[in-house]
């Protein structure tokens, strides 16, 4: 059936339609890739700050809306004290320890 067709069918409460989804195929959705269920969200960027933001998750190798999730967990963390800190960031505060910059 064309989907126009079974778009009017649909709309003037014919009962067909829902005999078509009964007799469909059984469809292979993709296995998800974590345990934990996760909930999809649309957020509105400004271009210049999500070009920012694919050039800092390209620069780590992962991701943007991995970078963003992380973000959003350590903002979150950062809010009841529990905020965990990169290695990364503490190699660079220890390393500005170790060569101070004259003021």
Known sequence: MHRNDATKQFHSGDDRIAELID???AVDLPTPDTDVPMVSRSVRLPLDTYE???AAADA????VTTLMRQWIEAGLADLDDSATVS???VRRALASLAHPTAA
Not at 60 to 63: C, D, M, S
Request: charged residues 30%; proline residues 8%; positive net charge.
């Open 23 to 25: 007799h469909s195929p």
């Open 52 to 54: 920012r933001v694919r």
């Open 60 to 63: 780590r190798g992962i991701g």
């Open 87 to 89: 290695l990364a960031d």
